[in-house]
């Protein structure tokens, strides 16, 4: 009987050392960070060029330079509907004097 409690306890024990080597070995498997690209990057890829939709190429945009108060004066025109270029006209017209 001594014997049987002795080989259950061996094979338990085995048991459970396997179990905790495989945890262990999952979870620091887990955690890992990544193994570098063997293919990497060099300053000479090609990059893929930029293509504008709908853009003439002799248009240049002048944009729309408007301090704060030109700003708040724009928000106010759209508020009440009034068209963008009239609004900005309006805008620079009162601007200039």
Do not use: W, Y
Request: net charge negative.
């Amino acid at each position: 009987p001594v014997a049987a409690k002795t080989t259950h306890f061996n094979t338990f024990h085995t048991t459970m050392k396997l179990i905790i080597a495989a945890l262990s070995l999952t979870c620091a498997a887990a955690f890992t960070p990544a193994a570098p690209s063997l293919i990497q990057r060099s300053a000479a890829a090609p990059v893929a060029a930029q293509t504008v939709l709908f853009a003439d190429p002799n248009e240049e945009e002048a944009g729309l330079d408007l301090d704060l108060e030109e700003m708040f004066d724009m928000f106010d025109a759209a508020d009440k509907g009034t068209d963008f270029d009239k609004a900005v006209k309006d805008i620079k017209k009162e601007k200039d004097e």
